[in-house]
């Protein structure tokens, strides 16, 4: 079982910036794709962004230039930094890790953005 542990949520204005960290424990070798994930009310849960074990990344066109994705493979973390943030950015934000076939979540954090 691996356990992933979201932080840095929280209420910011347009314009401004937040970073997202999630930590990976538990049976955490052999995770490969780990990301980020959102959900707003009402919407179905979408891609954000994500990083495999080799670095190589991903990221929904919404987000593109805006959002970095980043790993640390020693400390098993993946961070997720937002700037120029936007009212349509608010969500619940998911953090994800695969290993194999399965399929890992954290609890989410609640990112709000006004306006």
């Known amino acids: 079982q691996v356990r992933l542990v979201e932080s840095g949520g929280g209420l910011v204005q347009a314009g401004g910036s937040l970073r997202l960290s999630c930590a990976a424990s538990g049976s955490i070798a052999g995770i490969n794709a780990m990301g980020w994930f959102r959900q707003a009310p009402g919407k179905q849960r979408e891609l954000v962004a994500t990083i495999t074990s080799s670095g190589k990344t991903n990221y929904a066109d919404s987000v593109k230039g805006r959002f970095t994705i980043s790993r640390d493979n020693a400390k098993n973390t993946v961070v997720l930094q937002m700037n120029s943030l936007k009212p349509e950015d608010t969500a619940v934000y998911y953090c994800?890790?695969?290993?194999?076939?399965?399929?890992?979540w954290g609890q989410g954090t609640q990112v709000t953005v006004s306006s």
């Open positions: 994800r890790a695969d290993r194999s076939v399965l399929t890992f």
